[in-house]
């Protein structure tokens, strides 16, 4: 493994990929799977189908997207999301990174909308798995009952095509649309992120969010999945 390769198979405070949890849940999903291609794919559906996509998860502090901590709770939103393959694939030997992108979401709630005041999401997270010495995106950001609901077919992953947004829903509706790429990282960057919602969202929108968060732990009265579709 060269030694540009091995920072992305290193632990770090949040992609804990060397915790006692985190390397349990990766082996119980891989066991008796010898290739990484194979491993990758098994990975990617147990964080998009087995934790649950939640936007109003909390996301100013490191610990929020702590990888052991985000598995723990079952749900996140697309960087957690992004936070647990990457330390799962790490745990199974396989590099992995984070890349970031602003995005504007077309199919949204009602709700969602007034709290973000906007249909951009910005720094909207995914996934890149060294595999078959190539690089391939993943982005397990919604779970398949979410995308139901919302008429949007679920993204596959075979290990070996990217699997990003479609432009579209499964009405020819506008879907998601690729705004501008921020990177990759072998970590994930807390302060840029909490930067630039501030900057895309208001610094008073962003400060009452934190507040909230830090008053009560939650946003008690958001469910996402009960929330108002909108188009």
Same mark, same amino acid.
């Given at each position: 493994m060269s030694e540009a390769l091995a920072v992305y198979?290193?632990?770090t405070s949040i992609i804990d990929s060397e915790d006692t949890e985190v390397i349990a849940f990766a082996r119980s999903v891989t066991k008796g799977i010898e290739g990484d291609v194979?491993?990758?794919v098994l990975l990617y559906y147990a964080v998009r189908d087995g934790l649950r996509y939640d936007p109003y998860y909390p996301f100013f502090k490191p610990e929020?997207? !702590?990888?052991?901590?985000v598995l723990k709770s079952a749900r996140g939103y697309c960087v957690s999301k992004a936070s647990v393959l990457c330390a799962l694939a790490r745990a199974s030997g396989i590099p992995a990174r984070l890349g970031f992108a602003d995005v504007k979401n077309h199919l949204s709630?009602?709700?969602l909308r007034q709290y973000m005041g906007s249909d951009l999401f910005v720094y909207h997270g995914f996934n890149e798995l060294y595999l078959e010495n190539r690089w391939v995106k993943a982005?397990?950001?919604f779970n398949r009952e979410l995308c139901e609901r919302h008429r949007v077919l679920p993204l596959e992953f075979n290990g !070996?095509?990217?699997s990003m947004f479609q432009p579209f829903n499964m009405d020819s509706q506008r879907f998601i649309e690729y705004v501008r790429y921020h990177g990759v990282f072998a970590?994930?960057?807390v302060d840029s992120i909490v930067q630039a919602w501030k900057e895309a969202y208001g610094l008073g929108r962003v400060e009452e969010w934190i507040r909230t968060f830090e008053a009560s732990g939650t946003l008690a009265a958001r469910?996402?999945?009960r929330e108002e579709v909108v188009d």
């Open positions: 198979l290193s632990p194979e491993k990758a929020h997207y !702590r990888a052991s901590l709630t009602r709700q982005t397990p950001a !070996r095509e990217d970590d994930v960057p469910d996402f999945n």
